[in-house]
């Protein structure tokens, strides 16, 4: 059965790479999972391969920073996957204590991989690739988390690090701004020289800096990065949802908004089509411009009810399209029969199902993580001037 695998592994190591360097679909299909491999080896624990940080890596985020600032550095990862040290990787796996079989067959899978470039109706010679893992693979991902695991292990208590893939954001609270960037801008500049050991390259020119504080006085302060000066940016773009130093997420909105419109104006022909029903252009505008106006919305569901209405007068130009009802015909009444929720509920409902999803976590703080489920929305009347603050 081994044997068996490994020779459709390489069968399937040439990867065909088109004028766009991008791996042809053709190509990339035929490629096996590897995780379906490793369930035929009987003393493989597949478990293992998901990395879970202890409870001492989880650092609750309103703790940290209730009543601080906080200074943050986000390290953009240049081509990340593409330059993984396979050696080193293999190196990591029987620290890791993985079983021999199971490095063998990971080192067979990456090792002498070969591309092929593709310009018009010309094909390249094969060339044999010395490092990377291959974009789409479902363990790449696995491996990748597997690889920098050491890395993102910090000796500064004052000083944490949030890693998603090849995103890193290195966060420092204090009741000083100057104590926390000095914090922040040492480990970032000790992080970097881990990384540049094991051949992860930073990309100066995409990594950013933000200073979370209550105070309106700008801050002329910066970081360097290879030579690259790094300003304290008024917002920043982490995981595809723009923060902002006051955390009222007013330029998420904005600019969901505006790419909610965008989306909805390359559509419009179909929108306007009297070939296609309202029921197919409902799902449309349900599979293309809802999930960009709700997109991380179980964070930044505490937006003040301004910057809702906004999204919400995208959704109603959207239903009245589709449902082809005049600008004057009432939006609440048009909602109850299209059997659409209004924004604000459909939010709630996604907060929700978020909550309870985390029930089952298998961390514990993660599990015990207090997330306002039907939170009211705008102030309250018995104190107008309260914000809601903001859980993560």
């Known amino acids: 059965m081994a044997s068996k695998r490994r020779n459709m592994f390489q069968k399937n190591k040439t ?31 597949v478990s293992k391969l998901v990395l879970t940080p202890s409870s001492e890596q989880y650092i609750p985020v309103p703790k940290g920073i209730r009543r601080k600032i906080t200074a943050m550095v986000l390290l953009d990862s240049e081509k ?67 690889y920098t695991s050491h890395l ?56 950013e800096a933000i200073l979370f504080t209550p105070s ?16 304290f940016s008024s917002s920043v773009k982490y995981l595809g949802v723009h923060i902002d130093n006051k955390l009222n997420w007013n330029v998420h909105t904005k600019t969901t908004n505006k790419l909610a419109l965008s989306r909805l104006g390359r559509n419009y022909c179909l929108f306007c089509s009297s070939e296609i029903n309202s029921k197919h252009k409902l799902l449309l505008y349900k599979a293309i411009v809802r999930p960009t106006l709700t997109y991380g919305c179980q964070v930044w569901h505490t937006v003040a009810e301004t910057h809702l209405q906004k999204l919400q007068i995208t959704q109603n130009k959207c239903i009245r399209l589709a449902s082809g009802q005049p600008i004057r015909t009432n939006t609440l009444e048009l909602h109850k029969s299209l059997n659409i929720p209004t924004l604000k509920d459909f939010i709630e409902k996604l907060t929700d199902k978020f909550k309870l999803s985390l029930r089952d976590h298998p961390n514990v703080l993660t599990r015990n993580t207090h997330i306002t489920s039907k939170a009211k929305w705008g102030p309250t009347r018995r104190n107008p001037g309260a914000r809601r603050s903001t859980v993560i």
């Open 15 to 45: 990867q065909e790479t088109t004028e766009n360097g991008v791996e042809s679909d053709q190509e990339c299909g035929k490629l096996v999972s590897l995780l379906g491999c490793v369930v035929t080896w009987p003393h493989v624990d």
């Open 80 to 146: 990340a996957f593409d330059t993984v040290w396979i050696e080193g990787l293999i190196q990591r796996l029987a620290t890791y204590s993985f079983p021999s079989p199971l490095i063998k067959l990971v080192s067979s899978y990456l090792t002498a991989r070969e591309i092929k470039v593709r310009v018009g109706n010309k094909l390249s010679a094969p060339l044999q690739l010395a490092a990377g893992l291959p974009q789409g693979s479902v363990m790449s991902p696995w491996l990748f988390n597997i």
């Open 152 to 207: 993102l292990k910090l000796q500064n208590s004052h000083v944490n690090i949030a890693g998603f893939a090849d995103d890193l954001a290195l966060y420092s609270s204090s009741v000083s701004a100057k104590k926390a960037i000095n914090r922040v801008r040492n480990v970032t500049h000790h992080m970097i020289k881990k990384l540049n050991l094991w051949k992860i390259n930073v990309n100066a020119a995409k990594s």
């Open 216 to 231: 309106r006085k700008q801050v002329d302060t910066h970081i360097h990065i290879r030579k690259n000066r790094i300003p």
